[in-house]
């Protein structure tokens, strides 16, 4: 964590492309300065989407559309970009959906494979609800991993949440069960349950998580009311496996993507949204309370192919 | 969803294979398949690029004539070049220094640092005997140090006790000053997460660098990363240097275009892969198995490796017995669905057999969960010894009879006669380059081992 004041996002992702020592973040401004938009431009488009993680299908759709469009018109870096979200927001803004906290206690499941975020991105999520005069109690159902109880304490305590404990190596469901029930006794408002990073191909790890599921719904039928799959924006294309896999084993509500902070651009988002259409309700730009910022298609979009903030 | 990298070169070199004379535009065609299949595999597109201007003039031309088919040819090529670029031989982690050698342990947040750490630590301990002292730098992630000392007494290895309130290069220091008076060997140092983008941890980072005189300094990077690896990996070599790369959650089904994408920018070498959250699950980098693997041309070797740790001695060598004479009956398949669930899902077994990109895409697609190798199991299980064996004796009642005593259907029967069929085409297929010519013709790969031809 850097000391550095509080920016908007945009604001850091600049400063961050600023000082990266590649060529990639220099973006369609370095290629269009105006100029046609021919089969040359095209290509570099496409490869400038396919270093933003888009995927090959996916980027090269998205220059076929622009082909279609703008085929050899006279085009500048600021039409690219209209033209570029032109193709782009018709799928990411119907994925740009707060998340709707609806029952009492509403039990949000956050799940994902290791190290993407999960803990932290509860943390921020409890920091939002507690500013907000919400009670909020968190469930330590990572029970594998070292120091993952201690963790998820410690954000408790930041961010003046309560938490419900096992001990090491104890089930993750019954973890769960129990945090439910205090929930209720305690009359919160929202259960943010973590859970054990795992990756979508382990069987049996998979079986863990959709026991927790089963076991949270003995209690309340419509539990957990959200099933948030954090994906890592340094991800590539193994992040769509991950949703597949995640959605049909724990019915995956929605999406928050991490570590936009950095150079990596998500943008195999757009396959992800364009396939599951999946709610994406936040994403994490650092590793602070304050970090995580409601999912805007339009900046994401912009961001894609390094454009500035408007 | 896509097909993975094993799978689709596979589908390319088939084609190649069925030609006969390679022209140029047949090396043209397939390397424009190859340039997306790494692509889809999340090789980053400059590291792409490389690759492909290296092997089309070495694809073209008389190198190809004289081989003795041109497919064979492509995939020496194009296997060649994926050794070269993945690092020709194994480089271990070097100890080659006065003691207590420091090693630095480096990457983004999340990468896998800290269990790495533990996991070498724990490893340079047990195997290679040497008395390692870990300290964990980490002052920004909550309960950091305290994971680290955790995994220490998991892993029986020493942990700095920690101070709270102090600075990384300040325990950077200390860590030092313990490792040398308490006779250690080893000092590994854990760091917090950083972006490379992040230029005061940045700036730690190297001052703890500067502190500690590291002799490894290793980038620790998942796996599953996608095109941002060439820029993290050209940061933190240009601010950092970057001896080793230890590559994370290669227990994953992700293709790993990150590792020929960080070992192209740093240069530096592969060392040590992850392969689960365990502090066993560690493994030494091979650059020609995992070329080979990406090739889809498989592992054996590692494959009958992983296998003998799982099942009994006996029963490996029988399997590694059948596999060299290209056989695979209902035995061979019911213990390999018994593996599969012992070793926590069906891609990791898979990945490592020959052509099996293509059928693990196939069972995908039929929509083949763990539940179905249970399914599986039962109707092998209700078939005669006789019939296992044999799979050509069994006929319309036979069938009938075994999916009752199973519980399913006739088609799931045929369903899974039909997968034992293509496993055992695809042994034959093997075997066809014979497991001693697939070997040789691996040796013959390598520079200074047997010719082939
Ligand atoms: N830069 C950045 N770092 C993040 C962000 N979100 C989380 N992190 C960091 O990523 C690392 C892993 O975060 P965790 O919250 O522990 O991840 P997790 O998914 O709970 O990990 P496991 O429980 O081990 O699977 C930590 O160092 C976090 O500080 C983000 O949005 N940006
Ligand atoms: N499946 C799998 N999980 C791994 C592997 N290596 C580490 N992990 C998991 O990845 C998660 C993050 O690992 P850490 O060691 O905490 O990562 P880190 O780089 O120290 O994280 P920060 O200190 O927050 O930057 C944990 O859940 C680990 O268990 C691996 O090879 N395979
Ligand atoms: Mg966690
Ligand atoms: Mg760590």
Redesign the interface.
């Known amino acids: 964590?850097?000391?550095?004041p509080k920016k908007g996002w945009f604001g850091r992702l600049k400063e961050?492309?600023a000082?990266?020592?590649?060529s990639?973040?220099q973006g369609v401004a370095a290629i269009f300065t105006k100029r046609k938009l021919d089969q040359a431009a095209l290509d570099e488009l496409e490869?400038l989407l396919?270093?933003?993680?888009l995927?090959?299908?996916t980027a090269a759709k998205v220059v076929a559309e622009l082909r279609r469009t703008r085929f050899d018109k006279e085009t500048g870096p600021e039409e690219i970009h209209v033209a570029l979200a032109a193709v782009v927001l018709p799928i990411l803004q119907p994925v740009q959906k707060p998340l709707a906290f609806t029952a009492k206690p509403h039990v949000v499941l956050v799940v994902g494979?290791?190290?993407?975020?999960k803990t932290t991105t509860i943390?921020k999520i409890a920091h939002n609800l507690t500013r907000d005069g919400k009670k909020v109690v968190m469930a330590a159902g990572d029970t594998?991993?070292?120091?993952a109880i201690?963790?998820l304490?410690?954000?408790a305590q930041?961010t003046g949440a309560s938490i419900v404990s096992g001990k090491v190596g104890a089930d993750a469901a019954g973890l769960a069960f129990e945090a439910l029930q205090k929930a209720r006794e305690q009359n919160a408002d929202v259960l943010l349950v973590d859970t054990a990073?795992r990756?979508?191909?382990?069987?049996?790890?998979m079986?863990e998580l959709a026991k927790v599921v089963r076991v949270l719904k003995k209690l309340d039928p419509d539990a957990p009311h959200s099933t948030l799959l954090v994906l890592?924006a340094?991800?590539?294309?193994?992040a769509?496996?991950q949703v597949?896999v995640f959605r049909s084993v724990a019915q995956i509500t929605g999406l928050v993507v991490t570590?936009l902070?950095?150079?990596?651009?998500g943008g195999?988002l757009v396959a992800i949204a364009e396939k599951f259409g999946l709610p994406v309700h936040w994403i994490g730009v650092g590793?602070t309370a304050d970090d995580l910022q409601p999912f805007d298609a339009e900046s994401f979009a912009r961001a894609l192919t390094g454009g500035d903030e408007k | 969803m896509f097909e993975t990298l094993s799978g689709k070169l596979g589908t390319v070199l088939d084609r190649l294979r069925k030609r006969g004379a390679l022209s140029e535009a047949d090396v043209g065609e397939a390397l424009r398949e190859i340039r997306v299949a790494l692509l889809e595999a999340d090789v980053a597109l400059p590291v792409v690029k490389t690759f492909i201007d290296g092997v089309r003039p070495k694809a073209i031309g008389a190198q190809v004539l004289k081989s003795v088919t041109p497919g064979q040819m492509v995939i020496k090529i194009v296997h060649d070049h994926l050794v070269e670029m993945l690092g020709q031989t194994v480089e271990g982690i070097d100890l080659n220094a006065p003691a207590p050698v420091a090693i630095l342990m480096v990457g983004l947040q999340g990468s896998g640092k800290t269990t790495s750490t533990a996991k070498i630590a724990k490893r340079l301990q047990d195997r290679d005997k040497k008395r390692v002292l870990m300290a964990s730098l980490d002052v920004a992630r909550p309960a950091a140090q305290e994971q680290l000392r955790i995994l220490g007494e998991q892993a029986g290895v020493n942990t700095l006790p920690i101070v709270a309130g102090q600075m990384p290069v300040e325990i950077a220091k200390r860590a030092a000053n313990a490792a040398r008076l308490g006779g250690y060997d080893v000092l590994m140092l854990d760091t917090a997460g950083r972006l490379h983008v992040d230029e005061a941890l940045m700036s730690e980072v190297a001052a703890v660098r500067d502190a500690t005189g590291p002799h490894e300094i290793l980038l620790v990077a998942d796996a599953l990363t996608g095109q941002d690896a060439v820029n993290v990996a050209q940061s933190f070599k240009d601010r950092v240097g970057v001896t080793g790369i230890v590559l994370t959650r290669v227990d994953g089904d992700g293709r790993g275009g990150a590792a020929l994408s960080m070992r192209a920018v740093t240069g530096a070498p592969i060392k040590i892969m992850g392969v689960g959250e365990k502090l066993d699950a560690i493994e030494d980098f091979h650059p020609d198995r995992i070329a080979n693997r990406i090739l889809g041309m498989g592992d054996i070797v590692s494959l009958v490796e992983k296998a003998a740790e799982t099942i009994e001695k006996e029963e490996a060598e029988a399997m590694a017995a059948k596999l060299a004479k290209g056989q695979f009956d209902f035995d061979d398949l019911r213990q390999q669905l018994r593996q599969m669930k012992k070793m926590g899902g069906m891609q990791g077994l898979m990945g490592m057999l020959p052509g099996i990109g293509k059928m693990k895409q196939q069972m995908k697609d039929a929509n083949i969960d763990e539940s179905v190798l249970n399914r599986q199991e039962a109707i092998i299980n209700s078939m005669t010894p006789k019939e296992r064996r044999n799979p050509k004796v069994i006929h319309a009642s036979r069938k009938q009879r075994i999916a009752k005593g199973a519980g399913v259907s006739v088609s799931d029967v045929n369903r899974l006669m039909k997968q034992q069929m293509q496993m055992a085409d695809m042994m034959k297929r093997v075997n066809k380059l014979g497991q001693k010519g697939f070997m040789r013709s691996l040796g013959g790969m390598m520079p200074g081992g047997p010719k082939f031809n």
């Open positions: 964590m850097t000391d550095a961050g492309l000082r990266s020592a590649s990639l973040t490869e396919i270093r933003a993680d995927g090959v299908a494979v290791n190290g993407v975020g943390g594998f991993r070292a120091a201690e963790q304490t410690i954000w930041r990073g990756l979508q191909n382990k069987a049996h790890l079986d890592d340094t991800t590539g294309q193994n769509i496996q597949e570590k902070d950095g150079t990596a651009r195999v590793e």
